[in-house]
């Protein structure tokens, strides 16, 4: 039995080891793979883990030998599970490792916009502190969160911690996604619909999967309906927002800033039109990444591994 991993890199850079996947089977870690490589390095496998890099029906349907693809993330959509399940090809995910890391890198990003800590701290080491006149000084508004509404859009694990985070800093918390089977807050919280959570809020966060029915869900549209001093956090999926409506909200005042950990595309292009509008605060894709996170990523993703092999495969992903 042999194990292909096809894009390592991101989730060890050294600093995590595969050896307990290396007992389960004979393993060969790639850091990247091409697409045009995926067929000649996973021929003959019969356990494939990826993280991004794309299955798609054709490249399946070359891989005879594929019992098990496993993803080294929560979302699946790099793999076509149809054609998987066809092909009677078991996929699972990692569904619930980086709930702590993502939610602490939300208010890393909103506190970032309320308070321009690097910023200041730049101007301060360029000398204009030992410069200034007074005691003090700021260089942008500061903003203090407490009182403010925290609209929250997905109420799943991140979602849920984002909002015990905000309520402990004062915020009045809004939800607007379907109610948790059984979910009892304990923090007050008030449903309400998108429409409401939108105009109502002061920071708004997403953290819904991206479907459908989600693609585009932050658009001129929705802009349109928030306040001019909302703020905007997105580390959920980049294509929940639109690019350029969200940019033109930006630069006309529409809306008061935006912290953003994903885009559309990623690596983004160039000119990507959120890379020039104002006030928006963009980072690599890196709220998963703390080690902690990335440990349990890994450690899960040997379990699933681990159980298909013993024929009890856990976290498998449907169509």
Not at 50 to 69: F, V
Not at 102 to 118: P, Y
Not at 130 to 153: A, H, M
Not at 160 to 170: L, P
Request: with cysteine; glycine share 8%.
């Amino acid at each position: 039995m042999r194990i292909i991993v096809l894009d390592g890199y991101t989730l060890s850079r050294g600093d995590l080891s595969w050896d307990n996947l290396r007992q389960l089977a004979a393993t060969q870690v790639y850091d990247r793979t091409e697409p045009s490589q995926i067929v000649d390095r996973a021929r003959g496998a019969e356990l494939v883990l990826t993280n991004k890099t794309p299955l798609s029906a054709e490249t399946l349907g070359q891989l005879p030998n594929l019992r098990y693809i496993g993803v080294l993330a929560t979302g699946y959509n790099c793999v076509d599970v149809t054609a998987a399940k066809e092909l009677g090809v078991t996929v699972t995910n990692v569904p619930s490792y980086g709930t702590q890391s993502v939610a602490q890198f939300v208010f890393a990003l909103l506190l970032e916009l309320c308070h321009n800590v690097g910023l200041h701290g730049e101007a301060v080491r360029a000398g204009e502190w030992s410069q200034c006149e007074d005691w003090c000084f700021w260089r942008t508004p500061l903003v203090e969160l407490d009182g403010k509404n925290l609209g929250v859009i997905g109420f799943g694990r991140i979602g849920r911690q984002v909002a015990k985070i905000g309520e402990a800093m004062g915020m009045h918390v809004l939800a607007s996604a379907p109610r948790p089977a059984n979910f009892a807050a304990p923090f007050a919280l008030r449903w309400v619909s998108h429409e409401e959570l939108l105009s109502q809020s002061d920071v708004i966060t997403l953290h819904c999967p991206l479907l459908t029915e989600t693609e585009g869900l932050i658009n001129a549209q929705s802009l349109e309906l928030m306040k001019p001093a909302a703020l905007l956090i997105n580390t959920s999926r980049g294509a929940l927002v639109v690019d350029q409506d969200l940019a033109d909200a930006l630069n006309a005042g529409q809306i008061a800033g935006a912290g953003l950990d994903v885009l559309s595309i990623e690596p983004p292009v160039k000119d990507n039109p959120l890379f020039t509008a104002r006030n928006c605060l963009i980072t690599p894709h890196i709220a998963w990444a703390t080690k902690e996170a990335r440990s349990r990523l890994l450690e899960t993703a040997i379990m699933n591994v681990a159980a298909f092999i013993r024929g009890t495969p856990k976290n498998v992903v449907s169509s």
